[in-house]
C-alpha cells in the first residue's frame, strides 16, 4: 500500500545515539492521512519521536498531538475532537535473533499479556518508516464510534401492537 507520508531513519543512523524528531506534516499531506484513516479532516497532527538504540534494532517513543474531525454517529453532523497518545514501538531487522519466530507462533499456543510490551516489528530493510508508525498510533487512537459531545440519541419505540394477533384483532373488529 502507498503511503501519503513517509518519513524515515535508517537503523544506522542510530550508532551515534538516540535521534529526536519532530514530525508535522502539510496541510495537504494532512488532508491524505485523514482519507488514510477515514476521517473527515485531520486539521492538526505534530509528534515528538525519540528513537533509541534497543537490541540490535530500534525504539520509538514519542507522543504525538492531533485535532480529528468526524461524523458524530448520532446527528452525522461533523465536529472536532483532540486526540492526544503515547507512540511506543519496538522495531528489530529482518533475520534478527530477537525477532519472533514465525514457525513458533504458528504451533503454538501464545499466552496474551496486555500488560507486557508487544512484540518487536521485523523490517523489511534498514529503513524505519517512522509516520506509518504514527499513523498506525492515530488510528488506534480514533474513536470508532464518534459522538458529538451533547449529542443524544432520542428514540420513541412505537407503542401501538405489533403482534400478528394485532392485525387479526383489527379485521375482526373490537366488539366481537
Known amino acids: ?3 501519503a507520508w513517509r518519513q524515515t531513519i535508517r537503523l544506522g543512523e542510530l550508532s551515534k545515539g538516540p535521534v529526536k524528531l519532530r514530525l508535522e506534516p502539510d496541510a495537504e499531506t494532512r488532508a491524505l492521512i485523514a482519507r488514510e484513516v477515514g476521517l473527515e479532516s485531520l486539521p492538526a497532527l505534530t509528534a515528538d519521536i525519540t528513537v ?5 534494532g530500534a ?82 487512537e480514533m474513536d470508532p464510534f464518534p459522538r458529538k459531545p451533547g449529542a443524544t440519541f432520542d428514540y420513541v419505540p412505537d407503542t401501538t401492537d405489533l403482534s400478528p394477533f394485532a392485525a387479526l384483532k383489527k379485521l375482526k373488529g373490537e366488539g366481537e
Open 1 to 3: 500500500m502507498k503511503r
Open 52 to 56: 533509541h538504540p534497543w537490541l540490535d
Open 59 to 140: 525504539e520509538i517513543l514519542g507522543q504525538f498531538d492531533a485535532v480529528v474531525e468526524q461524523i458524530c454517529g448520532v446527528s452525522l453532523e461533523p465536529f472536532e475532537q483532540a486526540l492526544s497518545a503515547d507512540i511506543e514501538f519496538r522495531v528489530v531487522p529482518a533475520g534478527s535473533p530477537n525477532a519472533p519466530a514465525e514457525s513458533e507462533a504458528a504451533t503454538v499456543e501464545l499466552e496474551f499479556d496486555p500488560d507486557e510490551p508487544d512484540p518487536p516489528d521485523v523490517l523489511a530493510d534498514e529503513e524505519i518508516d517512522l509516520s506509518a508508525y504514527l499513523i498506525e498510533q492515530l488510528a488506534l
